[in-house]
C-alpha cells in the first residue's frame, strides 16, 4: 500500500550507487524504505531522492541542528554524513533512507 514505512535495524545486501555493496551492522543506523505510487514519469523519479533528502535535512534543522545536503542525495551534520537516500524504480518507487545512529556520528 502506498505510503508503507518499512524500518530495519541491520542491512546485509544493501546496494549503493552503481550497484555498489555495502553492509550495516545491527544496532548501528537506521534504514527505512517508503512505497510511493506517485503520478510521475519514471524520468521525473529521480527528484524524488531530492525530496527525501530535503525533508531529512529539514527534520533534523527542526531540532536547531544545522544540516547540509550534498547533492543529489547525502545529508551532512558538520563534516559527517548523516543521511543518504536512493530510489529504487519498479512498478512502485522505493524511497530508501539509512541514517547514522550512532553518538559518534555527529
Given at each position: 500500500?502506498?505510503?508503507?514505512?518499512?524500518?530495519?535495524?541491520?542491512?546485509?545486501?544493501?546496494?549503493?550507487?552503481?550497484?555498489?555493496?555495502?553492509?550495516?551492522?545491527?544496532?548501528?543506523?537506521?534504514?527505512?524504505?517508503?512505497?510511493?505510487?506517485?503520478?510521475?514519469?519514471?524520468?521525473?523519479?529521480?527528484?524524488?531522492?531530492?525530496?527525501?533528502s530535503?525533508?531529512?535535512?529539514?527534520?533534523?534543522?527542526?531540532?536547531?541542528?544545522?544540516?547540509?545536503?550534498?547533492?543529489?542525495?547525502?545529508?551532512?551534520?558538520?563534516?559527517?554524513?548523516?543521511?543518504?537516500?536512493?530510489?529504487?524504480?519498479?512498478?512502485?518507487?522505493?524511497?530508501k533512507?539509512?541514517?547514522?545512529?550512532?553518538?559518534?556520528?555527529?
Amino acid at each position: 500500500e502506498e505510503g508503507t514505512v518499512v524500518l530495519a535495524d541491520a542491512q546485509s545486501a544493501g546496494r549503493g550507487r552503481i550497484g555498489k555493496p555495502w553492509f550495516s551492522p545491527p544496532g548501528v543506523n537506521l534504514h527505512l524504505s517508503v512505497l510511493l505510487k506517485p503520478s510521475i514519469q519514471v524520468t521525473e523519479a529521480r527528484f524524488l531522492t531530492l525530496i527525501g533528502s530535503l525533508a531529512i535535512a529539514d527534520a533534523v534543522a527542526s531540532y536547531n541542528v544545522k544540516t547540509q545536503v550534498k547533492w543529489p542525495n547525502d545529508v551532512y551534520v558538520g563534516a559527517r554524513k548523516l543521511a543518504v537516500t536512493r530510489v529504487h524504480e519498479p512498478l512502485w518507487y522505493k524511497l530508501k533512507c539509512s541514517c547514522r545512529m550512532g553518538r559518534s556520528s555527529i
